[in-house]
């Protein structure tokens, strides 16, 4: 073999070489920074780059939302009561080039700034505020360490504080007062539901007793108005008896001139007694 068929293949090579060193592939998730010869060029998308080569190389910056855990620890609260508490972080970077050359170890700066707030931000409430009040927790740490992390290009999404753990006597107190509040609350509803039910019943007597009473009434009208419609006559009759029966009595004779409302009243027309 000569010597130019030799370079020529030693040109072919550095060629192809220089070819797959040329081209970089940057994944969908990922934005690509182009450096040259250790200094920052431009920013690049996913798909298939092509770089200068031996000259450019190119950093994949990952830009998916990732969490961070922040470990528990131990915090006072306002009113002097050691709680254990922890949390996850949400992020995602806004700006490859800040996130890659301003912060050498993102997770370890963000986790000591997590675990410094939350020790400020539990610190200013009582025990009781901090079981109750989780969402402005979260909401307060977020804001605090999306600003602090704004300079690295990073945006917290959301903190989410895991768990509140006060110590075990009080753990154990607070049980029993819950305990204590669901009972009393099971012994408020029986109790008004025994109220209701007595107050539903005293109504429906009342009720029947009113419709009793109207039922009687309804019968007494009845029977009054039969009284008045057969007994009336009856009585009457009876009454002029009575009347005829005295005025006849030991045969007296009274003479009562022809025409006399008395013969009206009395009756007495037809009957054989009046002596025209």
Same mark, same amino acid.
Request: charged share 25%.
């Given at each position: 073999?000569?010597?130019?068929?030799? !370079?020529?293949?030693?040109?072919?090579?550095? @060629?192809?070489?220089?070819?797959?060193?040329?081209?970089?592939?940057?994944? &969908?998730?990922?934005?690509?920074?182009?450096?040259?010869?250790? *200094?920052?060029?431009?920013?690049?998308?996913?798909?298939?780059?092509?770089?200068?080569?031996?000259?450019?190389?190119?950093?994949?910056? %990952?830009?998916?939302?990732?969490?961070?855990?922040?470990?528990? &620890?131990?915090?006072?609260?306002?009113?002097?009561?050691?709680?254990?508490?922890?949390?996850?972080?949400?992020?995602?970077?806004?700006?490859?080039?800040?996130?890659?050359?301003?912060?050498?170890?993102?997770?370890?700066?963000?986790?000591?700034? #997590?675990?410094?707030?939350? +020790?400020?931000?539990?610190?200013?409430? @009582?025990?009781?505020?901090?079981? =109750?009040? +989780?969402?402005?927790?979260?909401?307060?740490?977020?804001?605090?360490?999306?600003?602090?992390?704004?300079?690295?290009?990073?945006?917290?999404?959301?903190? $989410?504080?895991?768990?509140?753990?006060?110590?075990?006597? !009080?753990? %154990?107190?607070?049980? *029993?007062?819950?305990? /204590? $509040?669901?009972?009393?609350? /099971?012994?408020?509803?029986?109790?008004?539901?025994?109220?209701?039910?007595?107050?539903? +019943?005293?109504?429906?007597?009342? $009720?029947? #007793? =009113?419709?009793?009473?109207?039922? &009687? #009434?309804?019968?007494?009208?009845?029977?009054?108005?039969? /009284?008045?419609?057969?007994?009336?006559?009856?009585?009457?009759?009876?009454?002029?008896? $009575?009347?005829?029966? *005295?005025?006849? &009595?030991?045969?007296? *004779?009274? !003479? =009562?001139?022809?025409?006399?409302?008395?013969?009206?009243?009395?009756?007495?027309?037809?009957?054989?007694? !009046?002596?025209?």
């Amino acid at each position: 073999m000569g010597f130019v068929p030799v !370079i020529l293949i030693i040109i072919f090579f550095l @060629a192809l070489t220089a070819l797959v060193r040329s081209v970089r592939i940057v994944n &969908q998730y990922e934005k690509g920074l182009v450096m040259r010869f250790g *200094k920052y060029q431009r920013t690049v998308g996913s798909g298939i780059n092509i770089l200068v080569p031996f000259v450019e190389s190119i950093l994949a910056v %990952d830009m998916r939302e990732r969490v961070l855990n922040v470990d528990p &620890q131990d915090v006072i609260t306002k009113d002097n009561v050691a709680v254990i508490v922890d949390a996850v972080v949400y992020y995602k970077v806004i700006d490859p080039v800040k996130a890659e050359f301003e912060i050498q170890n993102f997770a370890y700066a963000a986790t000591t700034l #997590a675990q410094t707030n939350m +020790r400020n931000i539990v610190g200013e409430l @009582a025990l009781d505020e901090t079981l =109750i009040s +989780r969402d402005i927790i979260n909401n307060n740490l977020r804001s605090v360490l999306d600003e602090a992390t704004n300079p690295w290009g990073v945006k917290i999404t959301r903190v $989410e504080v895991q768990k509140i753990q006060p110590p075990k006597d !009080i753990e %154990d107190a607070m049980s *029993k007062q819950m305990k /204590a $509040e669901r009972e009393k609350r /099971a012994e408020i509803l029986t109790a008004e539901g025994y109220k209701t039910s007595q107050i539903l +019943r005293a109504e429906g007597d009342k $009720e029947s #007793a =009113i419709l009793k009473s109207e039922g &009687q #009434a309804q019968a007494v009208e009845r029977v009054a108005e039969a /009284a008045e419609k057969f007994l009336t006559p009856r009585a009457l009759e009876l009454r002029k008896i $009575e009347m005829l029966e *005295k005025t006849l &009595q030991n045969n007296t *004779k009274y !003479i =009562i001139p022809s025409g006399s409302n008395l013969i009206n009243i009395l009756d007495l027309e037809g009957t054989g007694i !009046i002596n025209k």
